[in-house]
C-alpha cells in the first residue's frame, strides 16, 4: 500500500474523528457551562430517538425529506450551483401535490390520486427550481438570489391559499387547511411512524442520484460544469443546459419532499410545512463533503437530533432548541477542520 | 480502498448509534402521571401559562399525580413534529392521561386518541365529543369564558373617552366570534345602559391576526396591529390572543402620554406586564374541570363529557371553585368598579342575559328575535360576528 492510498483511507476516517471530538468537545463545555450534564442529554436523546422500533421509526419519517433534499442538492451543488431556493421547491411541491389531491379526491381512486399528487410534487418543486435556473442563465440573476427571491414567493403562496382558497369552512386559521380524506393519507403500518412508502421512495431516489452522478455521463458532465464552465464548453457541454437540469432536478425532488410531508406527517397543508429541512439538507450536503456516500448517516444523525431533541423538555425540563446548539457546533466544527485541511493542503 | 475507508466511517457512526442506545424501561410505580400538550411557552403570561399553573396545582393538591410537559407545540416551533409523535413520548414515559390545550390539536388529538385506547385524553376548547367525532377515551373541557369577556367588554366601554374600542382578535372560528361578540355585548351593554349613551356610537372592532400568537413571517405581527389601533383613535384595547402584546403596547404607548388601556386575557396575572394601563383580565382557572376529570380517571370512573364550566357567582376568582374570573386591574377607576359589581350581580342573579333579542348577525340577519334568548348550542357554534361590529366573520 503506498502512502497516497493510505492517505485517501485515513484522511476522511481522521477528518471525521476531528469533526466528532470538536463537535462533542465544545457541546460539552458548552452544556457543563450551562451547569447541564452531557452524558444526561445524550442519554435522553438517544433513548427519545432510537430506543424503540416506533421512535426509530418516527426518527425515519424526518430522515425521508432531509434525505429527498440532500439528494437533490448533490445535483446542484455537483453542478457548482448554490439552491438556496430548496425551501420553496419543497413548499412548491406540497402546493402541487395538495392541489391535486383536492381536485381528484373522490373522482379517481385513492392509490392513483396519491401517485398523482407525488407527480404534482415533481412539478410543483421541478418547475421552482427551474425559475431558479431560468433567471441564472436568462435574467443573469444569481442562483442564490433567485433562490431567496422564489422562497418569498412560495411563503407568499402557501399563506394565501391557507389564509384564503383553501381555508377551511367557517375558520380562518394560519393552522392549516382542513385535513385530508383518511384514504389519501400514505398507509402506516400499526406501530409505525413513518409510510413505507415514503422510505422506499427516498432510499430509491438517493440511490438513483448516487447512480446517475457516478456512473453516467450526465453525471460527468455535471462534474465537468461544476469544476469549470470554460473547460467543460471545450468538450462541447452546454453548461447552462445542465445547470438547468440539475436545478430541475434538485427542485423535483425537494417537491417530493414537501408532497411526502403532505400525504404522510401532516395529512394537511401548514404554512411551515417545509420545516425548514431543504435548509437542513445544505448542511447535511456540506458536511457530506459533497460527496454521496457519507449523505445517508449524516441525515440520520440529524433526524437523531430533531427526534431526540423533544425528549429535553420532556425529561430535563430544558429548551429543546439545545439541539440546534448541537446541531450548530457540529457544522461549525466541520468548518474548522475542513479549513484547516485545506490549509494543511495549500502549503 | 476508498470504499473500505467510507465503509469504515459508515460502521464507526452505526457502532456509536448503538454505544447511546437503549436505557431500561422506567419502573412501573402507582403514580398517576398526566401529560400536558401547550400550544405556547410554558411562560407565555396568558392562555398556555394558565393552563401550566393549574397542572402544578393538581399536582399538589391531587396526592399521586405527577405532571410531564411538553410546550411550544405547534408546527412553527417544532417542525416536523406532530401531536401524535409526542404522545407516544409522553405515554412511553407513563403518561395514563393526555391534556392538549388548543383548539389547534384538535385533530391531532383524535388521532391520538384512536392511536392509545387505554390512555384517557382531554381536548381543550374542541367539541369532539359535542359533533359525536370523539373516541370514547376522549373528553372535551372549556370555560364558559362568555362572562369574563362580557366584563371585559363592559369596563372597555365605561372607560373608553373616544368611544372606540379594539379587539386583537387570534384566528376566526366560533370559539372567538362567540368571545369576541360577547365582549362587544358587554360593551354595548356599559354604554347604552349605564353612559346612556346610543348605541350606533359605539365603534368595536376586531382585527385578526391569524393565529393564536405571533409566528413572524406567518400571522400579522400583534404589536404592528395594536400600535395601527391606537394610532386610529381607539383607546382601549381587548386582547383574544394567547400573548401579552395587547398590554405592553398600551403600557408603552402610556409612557408616551396617550390615554389608552388594555384588557389582557387568559392568565390570572395577566395584569402585571404593565400595570398602569390594565383595565382587569379576564381568565381561565383550569383547577377544578382538570381535577374533576384526573380525579375521575384515578378512580377508574372516567367518563366521556363536553365539560363548558361556568364561573362560582359566589366568588368568581375563588381558584377552587371558579373555572373563569375576572381580576379587576390597577388602572381600572373606583366608579366603573361599582359600576363592574352591579353588572356581576345581574349576570349572577341572571337578570341580566346579554344574549337576548333582539340581536342580529353582522350581514343584518336575524340571530335572536326580541325576547328570544339564546342556547348554548347557538352561542357555542355563533356563525358571524353580530350586527355592529367590525370585523371579518369568516
Redesign the interface.
Known sequence: ?NSS?LS??????LQ?FFI?ALAFGAVSLLLIALGLSPMAI??SM???S???W??IS?LL??WT?LLLCASGLLFTFRAGLWNIGIEGQMVMGAIGATAVLRMLNGVAPPGLVIALAMAGGLLGGGMWGMFVGLLRNRGGVNEIFGGLGLNFVA?GII?WLI?GPWKRA???????TD?LARDLWLSTPPGW?VAPVALGLAAGAFLLTALLLANTRFGLQLKAVGKNQQAARLFGIQPNLVGLTAMMLGGGLAGLAGCLQVTA????L???IS???GYLGLLIVMLAGYRA??VP?IA??FA?L?AGS??L???LQID?SLSGVIQGACVLSALVVHGLHQQKRSR | MKLIGKGLVAILGVSLALILVCRPAYAADTTFTFGLLMVGPANDHGWSQAHFEAAREIEKTVSGTKMIYIDKVNPADRPGITVPNLVDDLVSKGAKLIIGNSDDMKDGMREASMMHPDIYFIHISGDDVHTGKAEKNLTNLMGRMEYGKMMAGFVAALTSTTGKIGDLGPLINAETRRLSSAAYLGARYAWTHVLKKPAKDLKYKVSWIGFWFNIPGVTSDPTLVMRNFIDSGYDVIISGIDTTEALIVAGQKRKEGAEVWAVPYDYRGGCNEAPDACLGVPYFNWIPGYKQIIEAAMNGNFKQQFLWLGPDWKDINNSETSSIGFLEGAALGTEQKKELAKFQKGLADGSINLFTGPLNYQDGSVFLKAGETANDEQIWNLPQLLEGMEGASK
Open positions: 500500500m492510498r485517501t483511507l485515513t484522511t476522511p476516517l471525521f466528532a445524550a442519554e438517544s433513548a427519545g432510537i430506543s424503540n416506533m421512535r418516527h419519517s424526518i425529506p411563503q399563506l389564509f367557517g375558520i380562518a386559521s394560519m393552522s392549516g385535513l411512524r406527517v401532516y395529512h394537511r401548514i404554512p411551515s420545516s425548514g429541512y456516500a457519507a448517516f440520520l444523525f437523531a430533531a423533544i425528549q423538555p420532556i425529561v429543546s
